[in-house]
């Protein structure tokens, strides 16, 4: 039983404090990978699911993004983003000068 303990703790202990080897960014195509990698803090050893949360809302907060997933397996953190659609063209209706 207390091996069983002991052995818990070191796997939860392992994981809380693993750090960021490498990052790897999937799905963004007009958004510079350096842009997102600012974001994340590589000095941060406690990689929990409140970082990975903080980490989700800064990215979200650029407001370049529609959807952001983050997954961190073997040292290595993977953001998923989709990005928002970029408007082309827009219309305005309204009063034209002439019934002014």
Do not use: C, H
């Not at 990215?59 to 082309?88: C, G, R």
């Amino acid at each position: 039983m207390i091996r069983s303990i002991i052995i818990f703790f070191l796997i939860l202990t392992n994981t809380l404090f693993a750090e960021i080897k490498k990052v790897n960014i999937v799905g963004n195509t007009r958004v510079n990978s350096t842009t997102i990698e600012l974001l994340v803090d590589k000095r941060n050893t406690n990689i929990d699911s409140i970082y990975l949360n903080n980490l989700t809302k800064k990215i979200f907060d650029t407001e370049f993004f529609a959807d952001v997933k983050i997954s961190f397996n073997q040292n290595v953190l993977t953001i998923t983003v989709v990005e928002n659609p970029i408007v082309n063209f827009f219309y305005i209706n309204g009063v034209k000068d002439d019934d002014l």
